[in-house]
C-alpha cells in the first residue's frame, strides 16, 4: 500500500482558501495562486515512481505568505548522446534531438508532462519550473553525425518539448545545433509554438534553398483567452501567425498544425486555424487529437474544472467517446486521431479544409544526398 508522507509546510504548504478548491481524481490540493502565477497547471503531484506520496496541508501557522512563488530553475544534464530513436510506426521520423527536458511554456495538455516523472520531479508545476538544459547538444550532435556507420535522414527537433521555449533566449542551445545540422548539410523538421524560431531564420533560409529544413508551427487556438490559460508562456496565436509568414516569406517551407484539437473546447476552430495558416503562407497542414496519457490525465482536468467548469462534463464526455470510453488510448494509429464518430467527423472537416485551401498538395520531402559528415574530434583535416 502506498505510504503517504505528511511534509512541512515550508516546503509543501498551501493556504486556508487553497484547501477550499476539490481534489481531482486523487491528483493533489491545488497550489495558490499567488505561488504559480503565470504557470499553466495547479497542481505539483508526485512522480509515479516515488515511494512517497506528499500531500500538501495547511498546518495553521498562517505562514503561507512565507512561501516563494515558483520560479524557473534551469540545471545543465550532460547526456552521453543526443540523438533518440524510435521506431513508432505512426509518426514519421525515426530520429529526434531534444535540446532541454521540462518546458516553460506550461501547456496543461502536454503529453511530455510523465517524462518529468523520470527525473524524480512531478509531471506538474515542476515539468514548467524545473528545467533541463543540454549545452553540450550541438558537439554530441557533430560526434554522432561524424560516425563511420551513420546514414542520414531527417532529424525531428521539437516533437517532446519545445525547443524555442523561453530559456532558449539565454542558452542558445537549438541555434548551436542548427549550426552543426548546416554545416553538415544535414535535414531538420523543427515543431514549434513559439515565434523565437524567426530568430534563426538566416539559417533555415541558407538549408531551405538546398532542401534541408521545413518547420511546422502549432496553433491550438485563435482565442488569446483560452490560450493565456491553456499554455500561457507560449506565443501568442497572432505572433505564431506572424512567425509562419516571416518564415514563409524567406522561403522556408512552413506548416501549421492544428494541436491538440480540443473535443468541446478548440475543435470548432480547426476551419479558421487552416485559414489563417494558409492566409499567412502554410503549405502543409496537420491536426492531433488531445492526448491525456498518465499524469496528464488528472493535469488537464484541473485546469478544465478549474477554467470551465460548465463544459468540465461534456468535454470528457467527447473525449472518451473517442478513446474508447477511456482517458486515453495508446494503440498505435488512433492515439493521435482518436476513433469512433466523433473523431471521424473531425478528420473529415479537416481533409475538406486542407482541401479546399489547396494544403498538402505537396509534401515537402527534404534531400539526404548533400550530407558531409562532420570531421571527428581531433581528426587531421584533409589537404586540399
Same mark, same amino acid.
Given at each position: ?9 515550508? +516546503? ?23 505561488? &504559480? ?80 516523472? %523520470? ?23 557533430? /560526434?554522432?553525425?561524424? /560516425? ?7 532529424? +525531428? ?14 542558452? &542558445?542551445i537549438m541555434r548551436h545545433v542548427l ?16 515565434? $523565437? ?17 521545413k518547420v511546422a508551427i502549432s496553433v ?9 490559460? $491553456? ?14 509568414? /516571416? !518564415? ?9 498544425? /492544428? =494541436? ?15 485559414? +489563417? ?26 485546469? !478544465? ?6 463544459? %468540465? ?16 488510448? +495508446? ?20 481533409? $475538406?479544409? =486542407? ?25 587531421? !583535416? $584533409?589537404?586540399?
Amino acid at each position: 500500500m502506498e505510504q503517504i508522507e505528511r511534509a512541512d509546510r515550508a +516546503a509543501f504548504g498551501i493556504g486556508r482558501a487553497a484547501l477550499a478548491n476539490s481534489i481531482v481524481d486523487g491528483a493533489g490540493l491545488r497550489i495558490d495562486h499567488s505561488r &504559480r502565477r503565470g504557470r499553466g497547471t495547479a497542481l505539483n503531484t508526485t512522480g509515479r515512481f516515488e515511494p512517497l506520496t506528499r500531500e500538501g496541508f495547511d498546518d495553521g501557522w498562517q505562514s503561507i505568505e512565507e512561501l516563494p512563488p515558483f520560479r524557473t530553475d534551469v540545471q545543465v544534464e550532460k547526456p552521453k548522446k543526443i540523438i533518440a530513436r524510435n521506431s513508432s510506426p505512426d509518426i514519421a521520423f525515426d530520429r529526434s534531438v531534444n535540446p532541454y527536458r521540462g518546458c516553460e511554456h506550461g501547456c496543461v495538455y502536454c503529453f511530455a508532462r510523465p517524462t518529468h516523472a %523520470y527525473m524524480g520531479l512531478s509531471p506538474g508545476l515542476e515539468f514548467e519550473s524545473r528545467l533541463f538544459a543540454k549545452p553540450d547538444a550541438a558537439r554530441l550532435l557533430a /560526434a554522432e553525425l561524424a /560516425a563511420k556507420n551513420y546514414e542520414p535522414r531527417t532529424i +525531428a527537433i521539437g516533437t517532446n518539448t519545445d525547443p524555442y521555449q523561453p530559456i532558449e533566449k539565454d542558452w &542558445r542551445i537549438m541555434r548551436h545545433v542548427l549550426e552543426v545540422l548546416e554545416a553538415a548539410n544535414h535535414p531538420v523538421g523543427i515543431v514549434t509554438k513559439n515565434a $523565437m524560431v524567426v530568430r534563426d531564420i538566416d539559417i533555415l533560409s541558407r538549408m531551405a534553398e538546398k532542401g534541408l529544413a521545413k518547420v511546422a508551427i502549432s496553433v491550438t487556438t485563435l482565442d488569446r483567452k483560452v490560450a493565456r490559460s $491553456m499554455e500561457p508562456r507560449a506565443s501568442t496565436p497572432t505572433k505564431r501567425l506572424e512567425a509562419i509568414r /516571416a !518564415l514563409s516569406d524567406a522561403g522556408i517551407p512552413t506548416s501549421v498544425i /492544428a =494541436a491538440p484539437v480540443v473535443p468541446g473546447l478548440t475543435d470548432h476552430e480547426i476551419e479558421r486555424i487552416l485559414d +489563417a495558416g494558409a492566409a499567412a503562407g502554410a503549405k502543409e497542414a496537420s491536426y492531433i487529437i488531445l492526448r491525456l496519457p498518465l499524469e496528464v490525465a488528472p493535469i488537464f482536468k484541473d485546469w !478544465l474544472l478549474r477554467e470551465y467548469p460548465d463544459r %468540465y462534463r461534456h468535454v470528457l464526455s467527447l473525449i472518451r467517446s473517442m478513446r474508447g470510453g477511456r482517458d486515453y488510448d +495508446a494503440e498505435w494509429g488512433k492515439r493521435m486521431k482518436g476513433s469512433g464518430p466523433y473523431a471521424w467527423q473531425i478528420g473529415r472537416r479537416f481533409e $475538406m479544409a =486542407a482541401r479546399r485551401l489547396g494544403l498538402n498538395t505537396e509534401k515537402k520531402v527534404l534531400r539526404t544526398d548533400l550530407f558531409q559528415a562532420p570531421p571527428l574530434e581531433n581528426e587531421q !583535416l $584533409m589537404l586540399l
